[in-house]
């Protein structure tokens, strides 16, 4: 089992930058895949990036290319999410999420360990 905590969410504005973290607790981080999703008010949870154990393989959602970075050091048991030129539809509550699947899946029902969320609102 592991447990996640996220943090380094808050209000920017446009065009600026947050680096998002997710702290890992339990045993093992490296064998998860971790990802991002993120959930805007009324609206479904969607994934924005996500890393393999080994941080070899990443993937992003077409709205993050270019403009997110995620990576992690497991020696820390963190995973971060860096998202620069923010516009204001990114705004929402970003959540990590852990699968012990082999592969980074977009779908949210195939992580199994959520964290609480942290919020990221951008401003116009």
């Known amino acids: 089992q592991v447990q996640l905590v996220e943090s380094g969410g808050g209000l920017v504005q446009a065009g600026g930058s947050l680096r998002l973290s997710c702290a890992a607790s339990?045993?093992?981080?490296?064998?998860?895949?971790i990802s991002w999703f993120r959930q805007a008010p009324g609206k479904e949870r969607e994934f924005v990036a996500g890393i393999s154990g080994g941080g070899s393989v990443t993937a992003y959602a077409d709205s993050a290319k270019g403009r997110c970075t995620i990576s992690r050091d497991n020696a820390k048991s963190t995973v971060y999410l860096q998202m620069n030129s923010l516009k204001p539809e990114d705004t929402a509550v970003y959540y990590c999420?852990?699968?012990?699947?082999?592969?980074?899946?977009?779908?949210?029902?195939?992580?199994?360990?959520w964290g609480q969320g942290t919020q990221v609102t951008v401003s116009s």
């Open positions: 339990g045993r093992t981080f490296s064998n998860y895949a």
């Open positions: 999420a852990a699968t012990l699947r082999l592969y980074i899946s977009r779908s949210r029902l195939e992580y199994d360990y």
